[in-house]
């Protein structure tokens, strides 16, 4: 058993915990704004699917990583879209347009990497973000040496979990909170923008 | 009268106010010609005409169904009319979604607010407008806007309340202020008394009295005679989707209003009293019922008794426990202390199930919530409680033809208007529900009767026939317990009447030793000369 | 029967809209993709329905639908949605491949009898666990049985791995003799008695669903349970009850095909027969018996993609983009309505002409 402890505390498992929880993180944060405004998003999936694919393409056509991203917020936000407009302009169940989207999006994506990589299994290398080292932080011990050397998105999301709270004063969420009670008013879409994030971006 | 040149803002006058110069006087606020609506097969509206002129006070009266709902819905938006032309101010007006009822001044408060509970007031009232500031809600100016529209009204709230903290009545005037805010010259009020208190009533007239003398025109949807006949100045009657007549309310009398509404005459009931019986078959002994999360007790140290025989009315402002003493005397939920007996056995704490095999027939409060699956069909819902009894099936499986015939026997004793017993019951009226629902409690084999809101949203007709009915039910020597937010109701039908206030009992007497000046200062907790 | 009879119609119509419209679009993307929609598409139905082996094909990629379809749409009688089928299925199929390898000393039929109470029995205790948190805690179930199909894949892949594996090279069981599996029905397929048990099944879940005074208390719990509550029915009784018989009716999705078809456990063996079967379930809508011909739909689009893969080289993939889509156009029911131009009984918006 002490076994378990010397894996739980090893510093190199704790930075690889960091870095693997980030997409999870990401992908909470999209589900946690959605549920908020009354949609629940089972299409998390499909969503992070959608985005690392656009990622990977987006660097792909353009050799900048950071475009990359771009795109992947966009594919990701598209892919939501899908579902607010079928959730609550057609009415659907959400859950069961949840698990739709998932499948399609598992094809759609297998199936235009073929298209355009013609290859399954994965595609080819593209332009990665790299990691960056942050200064200062070095110096911190064991939680500088955690936190030292990440991929830029494991940065931005940690920043991003504040962002929520910041939202949630705003106006937009003010109107999303009455979406909740099926405000009359012809249909004011609550898209869950969502972003996400795979590492095979950051290499 | 104050004369007052114009409001500055461009739009005509009411007639009867002092004109300025190059101002003009339209006839009528709004006039709605010939408006045909169908749902369906349903006529809804059957070439209806309505007009109300500016700054007066219209009535729109009928029975549930009658179809003044959804002539307003028209006006505001919500629906399309099939057919008919509106006007606004005198001038040909297209309608085409809320946005553009609000453009031409029309503002609508509908009986079920449409707010959001954990925002605060002025949240709720700026939602969609709301005045920014980089970006982010500017809450001093939303409150600023809030509260200058309430001091102008007389409409008292909190701006800074949470909607789900402040009073039903208080809700309502968050919503009338909404529709003030976007700019409503015309209001229409859709059934605003049903979920108010008797002095909040009054409030509400005399805000409705202000707002007719600042020049707002108001539409008043209701059902109730006695408000009409205090509150309006005119009243247009509608019955089965058809204008029946538009008058003045200073001509109008009660009776010639209800033949309107109903197309006949009610006879009054025949009240054949018979002396209640000695004993006791329902009793509660000092129960109570701690509140959700740990809040004020919904019922607290609550003892009654019904006899064989008698009517015990409840009388109380909805709210004061009325729903938690529903649910703890048929089993729906545990009271924390105390005992309920029923025909001299203790059932505290057992399922409403294993209540109701043993003789209570019980109409809830909420039909469509707790009474019926409305997509079973009639004959399903017919035996919904008795399903599981020999009569209905055998070994685990259903007996298809008793059922039908059970559901038909009610169809045929009261008149329930359905085309098959095989059709889902939430296709039918209001009233043809809760018909079946009586009729299904009624059938049971049962000594008590728990009756709750028992014309909660019905007709005229359907009305009467289930009072009726419960008064046989009295005559035949069952208990009958009766929670009604109508206090016409109580005072009709109760041999004796307890007051509720807070979940307490204030006082029980019997009905006569009452007056309704009195009842209604006990319902809202003051007592007379205190 | 009055009105109920023409729901039940009109859904289905709508249904093969959606399956069509989705279809169509299929059509535009194989197209734009630089491939043969006529190929596509000949090869798909030739696939599926064109000659024997090709309907013993698409029988057998149906029959685990059937059951996993079924399973969902009896949990959804209940309000419930079993997520969970995929998991109940690995269980069922595990707890059945071991029970009929360990009986080898009884007759074949009461081997293959214990074996396939064994597996549905596995499924209800998978499907209980979830039933028993949300009648108690109120625990999504959902959520429940999302995790649960977790465990199950990893739990029945490490009892085989350690306890049950068969010596050789790939982790699985031994292969099941002849006299522990289901009889072949057709000669040279692996159309088993399998399908026959699932359209018993189907009979027998509709029977309950509509005559039976559980089945009356399930709707009504899946309905209303306030009104259920009202009507004396014990409602967190019948929420268990309902996610033991569609987890046990998932079990035997997973004992079938470990019985009849695959002749043995094999870890990972399941190309998503669980969340399938909630395609399955949404199509079908409120009737059993529609569950066999949303199976067969989707079975063939397996099939038929198969098919389409090998003979025009157009990627599976594809079909599975048609499923998604299918599943899209079939829980949104106001696009049917849109579509078909009908009037619903909902109150409407704007589009004024007064």
């Keep these: 058993m002490s076994g378990f402890a010397d894996v739980v505390f090893n510093i190199n498992n704790l930075t690889a915990t960091v870095r693997m929880a980030t997409p999870i993180a990401l992908a909470a944060m999209g589900g946690a704004f959605s549920e908020r405004s009354g949609v629940v998003n089972i299409g998390l999936e499909g969503m992070m699917l959608a985005g690392a694919f656009c990622g990977v393409l987006g660097s792909h056509l353009t050799g900048s990583p950071w475009l990359g991203v771009a795109l992947a917020v966009a594919g990701g936000g598209l892919v939501g879209a899908i579902l607010a407009v079928f959730a609550i302009r057609l009415k659907a169940d959400h859950v069961v347009t949840g698990v739709g989207i998932n499948i399609l999006a598992s094809g759609a994506t297998t199936w235009l990497m073929q298209v355009i990589w013609k290859r399954k299994g994965a595609t080819d290398m593209v332009a990665g973000l790299g990691t960056w080292s942050v200064p200062g932080l070095r110096d911190i011990p064991v939680l500088g040496t955690i936190l030292r050397t990440h991929s830029p998105l494991v940065y931005s999301s940690l920043i991003l979990i504040e962002s929520p709270r910041i939202l949630v004063t705003s106006v937009v969420s003010k109107r999303r909170h009455m979406l909740r009670k099926n405000y009359q008013n012809s249909l004011q879409l609550p898209v869950p923008v969502h972003i996400y994030v795979i590492l095979s971006m950051s290499g | ?530 | 029967m009055g009105r109920r009879g023409l729901g039940d119609v009109s859904r289905l119509a709508y249904s093969a809209m959606a399956v069509l419209l989705a279809l169509l679009i299929g059509a535009v993307l194989i197209g734009a993709s630089g491939y043969s929609v006529k190929d596509a598409y000949s090869n798909l139905l030739v696939g599926a329905f064109g000659g024997v082996y090709s309907l013993a094909t698409t029988v057998v990629m149906s029959t685990p639908l059937l059951f996993t379809g079924l399973a969902v749409a009896f949990a959804f009688q209940c309000g419930l949605f079993n997520v969970g089928a995929e998991g109940q299925l690995y269980v069922g199929a595990l707890t059945s491949a071991v029970v009929a390898l360990s009986l080898s000393g009884l007759p074949p039929v009461l081997r293959v009898i214990i074996a396939l109470v064994a597996g549905a029995g596995a499924g209800a205790a998978w499907g209980f666990v979830p039933g028993y948190l949300k009648a108690r805690l109120g625990a999504h179930e959902v959520i429940t049985t999302i995790m649960l199909n977790y465990v199950a894949i990893s739990l029945t892949t490490f009892l085989v791995k350690n306890y049950f594996r068969d010596p050789g090279p790939v982790d699985q069981t031994v292969l099941l003799p002849p006299g522990s599996r289901l009889p072949e029905l057709v000669p040279g397929t692996r159309v088993s008695l399998g399908v026959v048990i699932g359209i018993l099944a189907v009979a027998l879940l509709d029977h309950v669903i509509r005559r039976s005074v559980l089945g009356y208390e399930i709707q009504a719990v899946g309905r209303n349970p306030y009104a259920a509550e009202y009507g004396g029915v014990n409602v967190r009784a019948r929420t268990v009850q309902a996610m033991m018989i569609s987890g046990a009716v998932a079990g035997l999705a997973g004992s079938v095909e470990a019985m009849g078809t695959l002749y043995r456990f094999i870890p990972y063996f399941s190309p998503g027969y669980g969340f399938t079967g909630i395609a399955v379930a949404v199509i079908a809508g409120q009737s059993m018996w529609a569950v066999i011909p949303a199976a067969v739909l989707f079975g063939a689009l397996q099939s038929g993609g198969q098919s389409t893969q090998l003979f025009a080289g157009i990627p599976m993939e594809l079909m599975t983009m048609v499923q998604g889509l299918v599943i899209l156009f079939v829980a949104a029911p106001t696009l049917g309505s849109m579509l078909l131009g009908l009037r619903r009984r909902l109150p409407e918006k704007g589009g004024g002409r007064a």
Excluded at chain 2, 198 to 221: H, K, N, Q, Y
């Design chain 2, 1 to 530: 009268m104050d004369q007052r040149c114009g409001r500055g803002d461009g739009l005509p006058l009411p007639c009867g106010v002092h004109r300025g110069k190059g101002v003009r006087c339209a006839m009528y606020a709004v006039r709605m010609e010939n408006i045909t609506k169908r749902f369906g097969n349903v006529v809804a509206n059957d070439e209806v005409c309505f007009a109300a002129r500016p700054g007066e006070i219209h009535c729109l009266l009928g029975e549930n169904g009658a179809g003044k709902s959804t002539l307003m819905r028209i006006l505001f938006g919500l629906y399309s009319a099939d057919s008919g032309s509106i006007y606004v101010n005198d001038q040909p007006a297209r309608i085409a979604g809320p946005r553009d009822a609000i453009s031409l001044g029309i503002g609508m408060v509908h009986q079920h607010f449409m707010l959001a509970e954990r925002l605060t007031v002025a949240e709720n009232i700026v939602a969609g407008r709301e005045p920014k500031k980089d970006g982010l809600l500017d809450y001093d100016r939303a409150r600023r806007q809030v509260r200058e529209v309430s001091e102008r009204y007389g409409l008292e709230v909190d701006p800074d309340a949470r909607v789900e903290e402040i009073s039903v009545g208080q809700q309502q005037r968050v919503e009338i202020i909404k529709a003030l805010m976007r700019g409503a010259r015309t209001l229409i009020l859709d059934e605003p008394t049903a979920v108010l208190t008797p002095p909040e009533v009054d409030e509400l007239f005399v805000v409705m009295r202000a707002l007719r003398e600042s020049g707002t025109t108001i539409v008043f949807i209701t059902h109730k005679l006695k408000e009409t006949m205090e509150i309006s100045d005119r009243v247009t009657v509608l019955r089965d989707g058809k204008t029946i007549g538009t008058v003045d309310t200073s001509g109008a009398t009660p009776d010639g209003l209800v033949e309107m509404m109903v197309g006949r005459s009610l006879p009054a009931h025949d009240d054949q009293r018979m002396p209640p019986g000695e004993t006791v078959l329902l009793e509660l002994r000092d129960v109570s019922m701690a509140g959700r999360k740990g809040g004020r007790a919904r019922l607290d140290g609550v003892s009654l008794a019904v006899r064989s025989g008698e009517v015990l009315g409840i009388a109380g402002v909805d709210g004061n426990g009325q729903l938690e003493l529903e649910e703890v005397v048929t089993g729906l939920r545990r009271p924390s202390k105390g005992r309920v007996t029923l025909i001299g056995q203790n059932v505290t704490g057992l399922g409403t199930g294993r209540i109701r095999d043993r003789g209570v027939a019980y109409i809830p409060s909420d039909r469509l919530k707790r009474g019926m699956v409305d997509s079973f069909s009639l004959a399903r819902n017919s035996v919904l409680g008795m399903h599981h009894c020999s009569d209905f099936s055998r070994h685990g499986v259903l007996r298809e033809n008793a059922l039908c015939e059970h559901a038909q026997g009610i169809v045929a004793k009261y008149d329930v208007r359905a085309e098959s017993i095989d059709q889902p019951m939430g296709s039918l009226s209001g009233g043809n529900q809760q018909k079946m629902l009586v009729g299904r409690e009624l059938a049971r084999p049962h000594s008590v009767v728990i009756a709750a809101q028992p014309t909660r949203g019905l007709d005229v007709g359907a009305t009467h026939y289930i009072r009726e009915q419960i008064l046989a039910s009295r005559n035949s020597g069952k208990a009958i317990l009766l929670i009604s937010a109508e206090l016409d109701e109580v005072l009709e039908l109760s041999d004796r009447i307890a007051v509720i206030y807070e979940g307490q009992i204030v006082d029980v007497r019997p009905t006569g030793s009452f007056t309704e000046r009195e009842l209604g200062l006990l319902m809202t907790g003051q007592r007379e000369g205190v």
